[in-house]
């Protein structure tokens, strides 16, 4: 059973917009989530993490935001540019499987000019 | 890219042959790991190593075994290639970040199709 789900395959924004990404998991023991961006043809890239004792995490133009009670969370990229066309995969770790990581099944962002 | 190599980056096999992937690492991680991409599937674990000689299952490990005999490499082995392991293969390490979780990095990948 999927235990980290982005239920958005796709999602088009226009430059300039914020783009929100989400992502649900089902464990209540993960306690560290990340999100990675992928392009074609290259490995995933670590984007941002946020530790589950906070509810924000701010870097540049990406945001990740975590409601625990929900299971829910989400990244936000304002402004969006066309670079950030890609696929958004978010990842969920617990600390009694701290090297083992979930991954959604990606979200791909389309950033149209 | 934390120093991972991954080769061949692009295979072609057919049905029933032995496939073997390599991962190399060059800065002395611990864990390594290999998971496989799927469309509709994501990133799915297939096993991990924890040390030399220390491996464990993932979620999609049948089919599929691995090889840790130094620090550097972590081998793929599938022993009769099917078509349902046509996929991309990445290989990543864990590194611990200074928020106290650890980040996973990825090799470039391999693509491997089955005939």
């Known amino acids: 059973d999927q235990q980290v789900k982005q239920n958005s395959p796709s999602l088009s924004v226009q430059e300039g917009r914020i783009s929100i990404l989400n992502c649900d998991y089902t464990?209540?023991?993960?306690?560290?989530f990340l999100w990675y961006k992928k392009y074609p043809a290259e490995g995933p890239t670590f984007l941002i993490s946020?530790?589950?004792?906070?509810d924000k995490n701010e870097d540049g133009r990406f945001t990740v935001f975590l409601n625990k009670s929900a299971k829910h969370l989400s990244l936000h990229i304002v402004p969006s540019q066309p670079g950030d066309s890609a696929v958004y995969f978010c990842a969920a770790s617990a600390r009694n499987t701290g090297n083992q990581f979930y991954f959604g099944t990606g979200t791909s962002l389309t950033v149209i000019p | 890219d934390a120093g991972i190599t991954q080769s061949p980056r692009h295979k072609v096999t057919e049905t029933g042959t032995p496939v073997t992937l390599r991962c190399h690492q060059t800065e002395n991680h611990r864990y390594m790991y290999w998971y496989r991409q799927d469309p509709g599937h994501g990133l799915r674990l297939i096993h991990y190593s924890y040390g030399v000689k220390d491996t464990d299952k993932g979620e999609v490990s049948d089919g599929y075994s691995v090889s840790r005999s130094k620090t550097e490499d972590f081998l793929l082995t599938l022993e009769s290639a099917t078509s349902s392991q046509t996929s991309v293969y990445f290989c990543a390490i864990s590194e611990q970040w200074t928020s106290g979780g650890n980040i996973q990095y990825f090799g470039a990948g391999t693509r491997l199709s089955v005939l």
């Open positions: 464990n209540s023991m993960f306690d560290y």
């Open positions: 946020i530790s589950s004792i906070k």
